[in-house]
T-cell receptor, first 113, second 115 residues
Framework: DGGITQSPKYLFRKEGQNVTLSCEQN?????MYWYRQDPGQGLRLIYY???????QKGDIAEGYSVSREKKESFPLTVTSAQKNPTAFYLC????????????FGAGTRLSVL | AQSVTQPDIHITVSEGASLELRCNYS??????LFWYVQSPGQGLQLLLK??????LVQGIKGFEAEFKRSQSSFNLRKPSVHWSDAAEYFC?????????????FGTGTQLKVEL
């Protein structure tokens, strides 16, 4: 089954800790995206990557980092610099020929202990 | 910069009634427009999209949307709502070129269906 897999589904972060959210896709898509979702605020773009070994900051990149070493994988690290990390995180991907159509994973809910 | 406004935060309709969710966008050129649906604790599923051509587009689950350039609107409609349609709906606008083909999302409309 082709799709986007996000793990874990739930994640808890302690004070001062970095945590990494996984996003893997087997759709052979070139572009991948990370969004943060807070109630009443819609989706806000954190980082995106159009090709391997390249990525750009989105609208709310502070306190986050990413890597894109493989086409299939785009992990997001929530660093200790992100003071309000509690949110629902969504990963998406897009094929180059797909004209902005993004496909989403099921999300990871991050909470602070 | 592009933007999307969904003026209704919550909407409640009775099962079997018609539905219209409003979406207004701001974009300098012809936009790509999308409606996505999200069930609680889940990712987003694409309902329908508009790129060009016929301004009335059909999507999955019996939804349709109409692009009105003069009103900068892309409202979502369904003639008869089912209880399983209760979810959150997001309108999004995409840039035609460059900028990483990013999408800008509205803040969402929460739909409640009364039985």
């Amino acid at each position: 089954d082709g799709g986007i897999t996000q793990s874990p589904k739930y994640l808890f972060r302690k004070e001062g800790q970095n945590v990494t959210l996984s996003c893997e896709q087997n759709l052979n898509h070139d572009a991948m995206y990370w969004y943060r979702q807070d109630p009443g605020q819609g989706l806000r773009l954190i980082y995106y990557s159009q090709i391997v070994n390249d990525f750009q900051k989105g609208d709310i990149a502070e306190g986050y980092s990413v890597s894109r070493e493989k086409k299939e994988s785009f992990p997001l690290t929530v660093t200790s610099a992100q003071k309000n990390p509690t949110a629902f995180y969504l990963c998406a991907s897009r094929g180059l020929a797909e004209k902005n159509i993004q496909y989403f994973g099921a999300g990871t809910r991050l909470s602070v202990l | 910069a592009q933007s999307v406004t969904q003026p209704d935060i919550h909407i409640t309709v009775s099962e079997g009634a018609s539905l219209e969710l409003r979406c207004n966008y701001s974009y300098g050129a012809t936009p790509y427009l999308f409606w996505y649906v999200q069930s609680p604790g889940q990712g987003l599923q694409l309902l329908l999209k508009y790129f060009s051509g016929d301004t009335l587009v059909q999507g999955i689950k019996g939804f349709e949307a109409e692009f009105k350039r003069s009103q900068s609107s892309f409202n979502l409609r369904k003639p008869s709502v089912h209880w399983s349609d209760a979810a959150e709906y997001f309108c999004a606008v995409g840039a035609l070129t460059g900028g990483g083909n990013k999408l800008t999302f509205g803040t969402g409309t929460q739909l409640k269906v009364e039985l």
